[in-house]
């Protein structure tokens, strides 16, 4: 049975930073690229960030690029997003997603992840 675990979501002033975890199990996470993607109340799910299969890769929303960076360690099923400069428009409810992709691919449509995480909460206020 495939598990995604988010952790470390939290209620943060403006300007500050933050570090979400997820952990990947009943899978080889190596065979699959490792994506964040947020919804926000009324609005639809978006990409955030995506990490290759190998981690050579990786890919940003032109709204975090500069300010998250996302990792992964293969050796222990872990993706991580590293947040900062945050703001109120970041406030969402933040989902890790495996996506079985060929080679070092990272696709950014909701459509696309096999498995997905039930979310950790994000709130930023000014």
């Known amino acids: 049975q495939v598990q995604l675990v988010e952790s470390g979501g939290a209620l943060v002033q403006a300007g500050a930073s933050l570090r979400l975890s997820c952990v990947a199990s009943?899978?080889?996470?190596?065979?699959?690229?490792m994506d964040w993607f947020r919804q926000a109340p009324g609005k639809e799910r978006e990409f955030v960030a995506g990490?290759?299969?190998?981690?050579?890769?990786?890919d940003y929303a032109e709204s975090v690029k500069g300010r998250f960076t996302i990792s992964r360690d293969n050796t222990k099923n872990t993706v991580v997003l590293q947040m900062g400069s945050l703001k109120p428009e970041d406030t969402a409810v933040y989902y890790c997603?495996?996506?079985?992709?060929?080679?070092?691919?990272?696709?950014?449509?909701?459509?696309?992840?096999?498995?997905w995480g039930q979310g950790t909460q994000v709130t930023v206020s000014s």
């Open positions: 997603a495996a996506d079985l992709v060929p080679g070092e691919i990272i696709r950014t449509s909701a459509r696309s992840p096999d498995y």
């Open positions: 009943g899978l080889t996470s190596s065979d699959y690229a």
């Open positions: 990490i290759s299969r190998s981690g050579s890769r990786t």
